[in-house]
């Protein structure tokens, strides 16, 4: 069966080489306290993998096409960075590789203007990771709505950052988590009607509690980090209450997903755990590749 992993992180070998202390040099604190942790017995929450070693990591789970997902910056300059690095990437590997561009609102409407028509020239297919909570960005911002109004012009969709609430059952605690309202989610895709907005991480779910809008899709990218034990049974709860046409198999590779198994990042378990959750065939070619062609607007599989 064909899969395309809609959400894995890549980061240049600049970051790669010393990701700590890259991340003091150039002020992104909150990144470093996300991605250069370690676990309570010492081992990282996630490696740092080259190109190469991505690409074999897609052979070894059978993912056909990876979506670079970028990452909610604190600086302008880091996103530039980023995005530059999976400029050369897709370049490298149109057939396996497709890229979201990182931005910053407060580099302002025009920049960031200019930042997603560069990104859309260079054949990016959305913008994403984003996260505007992270970055301290009112929902409202002007820049950040300018972002969203263009991507939908430019068909570009929008990957969007996600955590679940702190009052929500078996909700995880983590350093560096962010409060993500659900309401902001809702009003912004309300707000910008031709935008496709994927929501991370099942978008904590939230189409089980609330009618969202018809734009709106949501990915499963660390689905075991975050729902734990009840994971299985979440890919019936959420194809049940979204629709099986909305949810994108994604695995925010380089994370550890099971760190009580893996030493090593994989996205075969996860696909492992899709094909066990009793979910039909005709379900899980819509979940691992189908729907990541139409909100992404991929080209043809080979």
Not at 14 to 20: D, F, L, S, T
Not at 170 to 193: L, S
């Amino acid at each position: 069966m064909n899969i395309i992993d809609s959400h894995v992180h890549l980061y240049p070998p600049e970051i790669n080489r010393a990701p700590a202390a890259w991340a003091e040099a150039h002020g992104e604190r909150h990144w470093s306290l996300l991605c250069t942790r370690t676990r309570k017995d010492g081992r990282p929450v996630q490696t740092f993998p080259d190109l190469a070693t991505l690409l074999r990591a897609m052979d070894a789970a059978s993912v056909s096409r990876a979506i670079l997902q970028g990452w909610y910056w604190e600086t302008p300059e880091s996103c530039a960075l980023h995005n530059a690095f999976y400029a050369e990437c897709i370049r490298l590997h149109p057939d396996r590789l497709s890229a979201c561009a990182a931005l910053h609102p407060r580099a302002g409407a025009a920049r960031v203007r200019d930042d997603i028509r560069r990104a859309a020239d260079t054949g990016f297919v959305g913008l994403g990771e984003l996260s505007p909570h992270s970055q301290h960005i009112n929902a409202n911002d002007p820049a950040l709505h300018a972002a969203f109004a263009l991507a939908g012009e430019l068909n570009l969709a929008v990957n969007l950052h996600v955590t679940e609430s702190a009052g929500e059952a078996g909700a995880k605690n983590y350093p560096g988590k962010i409060t993500t309202p659900p309401a902001d989610f809702v009003a912004w895709a309300q707000a910008h009607p031709r935008t496709r907005f994927v929501l991370a991480h099942w978008g904590a779910r939230l189409p089980v509690f609330t009618p969202a809008a018809k734009n709106i899709f949501y990915d499963t990218a660390a689905t075991p980090l975050i729902y734990g034990a009840n994971s299985p049974a979440l890919w019936r709860e959420m194809t049940a209450a979204a629709g099986a046409d909305r949810i994108l198999f994604g695995t925010d590779y380089p994370l550890v997903l099971y760190p009580k198994t893996e030493i090593e990042p994989t996205m075969t378990t996860l696909a492992a755990e899709a094909r066990a959750s009793g979910l039909d065939e005709r379900t899980l070619v819509a979940i691992f590749s189908e729907n990541a062609k139409k909100v992404y607007q991929l080209p043809p599989s080979p």
